[in-house]
T-cell receptor, first 113, second 114 residues
Framework: DAMVIQNPRYQVTQFGKPVTLSCSQT?????MYWYQQKSSQAPKLLFH???????NEADTPDNFQSRRPNTSFCFLDIRSPGLGDAAMYLC????????????FGDGTRLSIL | DQQVKQNSPSLSVQEGRISILNCDYT??????FLWYKKYPAEGPTFLIS?????DKNEDGRFTVFLNKSAKHLSLHIVPSQPGDSAVYFC?????????????FGKGTHLIIQP
């Protein structure tokens, strides 16, 4: 089945220790998104790639970076995680940015010790 | 400032009856609206969408209504089934209007009672 896969499902890291979350897709979609969702809150867009074109949201902290080496993979790098970065991180894809639904992975739950 | 609001954190409906989930938005640039369903420990699953040029879209048991003048949309599920118990998120986007990603509401937890 075509899908969006996030690894790992659960990630524990130490305060200040860099961490990378992974997302892959078999849908061959042009657009890949990263969202952060904290407990009882709405998912919040961090950034997205339209093909190789990176689009950062204005209020996304500099601590968060992303890489998309090819169509299938996208990574979220947190350079120096703080306690406030503990959250669920959701990856999504869509065929295009206009009028197309986004398809989500099951997320990575990040904990900071 | 929350641009998409789901004012009911939870809703309880009897099996077989109609479930109506509501959503309000403030950004007049939004032109594409979606509903997602989320089970625990899973990502959101796309249910149904509607473009701003329409006021209704139907897919099986699910119907979404859009009232642009009131900046309000609703999701109707009829008849409600036990498997519909989940958190439902309303989302909106404004491609080209500075909101390529989705802006989500906080969700409504729908509980279908037998």
């Amino acid at each position: 089945d075509a899908m969006v896969i996030q690894n790992p499902r659960y990630q524990v890291t130490q305060f200040g220790k860099p961490v990378t979350l992974s997302c892959s897709q078999t849908l061959n979609h042009n657009v890949m998104y990263w969202y952060q969702q904290k407990s009882s809150q709405a998912p919040k867009l961090l950034f997205h790639y339209y093909d190789k074109d990176f689009n950062n949201e204005a209020d996304t902290p500099d601590n968060f970076q992303s890489r998309r080496p090819n169509t299938s993979f996208c990574f979220l790098d947190i350079r120096s995680p703080g306690l406030g970065d503990a959250a669920m991180y959701l990856c999504a894809t869509s065929r295009d940015r206009v009028g197309q639904p986004q398809h989500f992975g099951d997320g990575t739950r990040l904990s900071i010790l | 400032d929350q641009q998409v609001k789901q004012n009911s954190p939870s809703l309880s409906v009897q099996e077989g009856r109609i479930s109506i989930l509501n959503c309000d938005y403030t950004n007049s640039m939004f032109d594409y609206f979606l509903w997602y369903k989320k089970y625990p420990a899973e990502g959101p699953t796309f249910l149904i969408s509607i473009s701003s040029i329409k006021d209704k879209n139907e897919d099986g048991r699910f119907t979404v209504f859009l009232n642009k003048s009131a900046k309000h949309l609703s999701l109707h599920i009829v008849p409600s089934q036990p498997g519909d118990s989940a958190v439902y998120f309303c989302a909106a986007s404004a491609p080209g209007g500075g909101a390529d990603g989705l802006t989500f509401g906080k969700g409504t937890h729908l509980i279908i009672q037998p």
